[in-house]
Every structure is written in structure tokens, then in C-alpha cells.
Nanobody, 122 residues
Framework: QLQVVESGGGLVQPGGSLRLSCAAS????????IAWFRQAPGKEREGVSC????????NYADSVKGRFTISRDRAKNTVYLQMNNLRPEDTAVYHC???????????????WGQGTQVTVSS
């Protein structure tokens, strides 16, 4: 079964850090561009960051620039999202998705994970 699985979420205080991981079973992530999306209660899903299949290109939403870093470890078939200086407004379910482009739409990605909850609260 082809699956994408996120991990690393949790409860953290404002200003804290978390590192999310995105792994795959049944296929290699290395052939795909990988994006992180997030969805907060009552809000639309928004793109957070994306990394190209080679790792040579990345992009970020304005709201996370300078605080979040996306990276990939091809040997481990894993993509990471390092989140620093977290804010309450970062609270959301974070999903990773695999596709052939770093696009803004859901239709750009063929594989989605179930998500991991990130809660930023004191």
C-alpha cells in the first residue's frame, strides 16, 4: 500500500520548536516534490512550504518565512519541516503531500498523509 505518513506534531509553547517528518511506505519520496500544507479549524487549507525532488529549490508562505525550514534526506526517504519561533496562529493539522510540481492546488499532489496536529499554546 502506498502511503505518506507525517509525524512529529505535538503541543508546544509560543516561541518553541518542532520538527515534522514526512515518510513514505511503498514508494520513494525522492522522485517527488514534497509540500507541507496546514489546516486550522474553520479555515481553508493553506500551503506552507514545498521542496523540489532534487532538494535544490524551496518555497515558503510569507507567514512562515524565516521561521520554518524544509529539507529532505534522500537516504532516509524523508522530508522534514523544522518549525522555530512557533506562534499560536501556527496551530493546525499539518499534512505532507507528494507531487510532480510545487503547486498551490490540491490537484497538484497525488499522495497525501493523514496529518499531524500542531498546537501552540501557553
Amino acid at each position: 500500500q502506498l502511503q505518506v505518513v507525517e509525524s512529529g506534531g505535538g503541543l508546544v509553547q509560543p516561541g518553541g520548536s518542532l520538527r515534522l517528518s514526512c515518510a513514505a511506505s511503498g514508494f520513494t519520496l525522492n522522485a517527488y516534490h514534497i509540500a507541507w500544507f496546514r489546516q486550522a479549524p474553520g479555515k481553508e487549507r493553506e500551503g506552507v512550504s514545498c521542496i523540489s525532488s532534487s532538494g535544490g529549490s524551496t518555497n515558503y508562505a510569507d507567514s512562515v518565512k524565516g521561521r520554518f525550514t524544509i529539507s529532505r534526506d534522500r537516504a532516509k526517504n524523508t522530508v522534514y519541516l523544522q518549525m522555530n519561533n512557533l506562534r499560536p496562529e501556527d496551530t493546525a493539522v499539518y499534512h505532507c503531500a507528494a507531487g510532480y510540481v510545487c503547486g498551490a492546488g490540491d490537484y497538484d499532489y497525488g499522495y497525501w498523509g493523514q496529518g499531524t496536529q500542531v498546537t501552540v499554546s501557553s
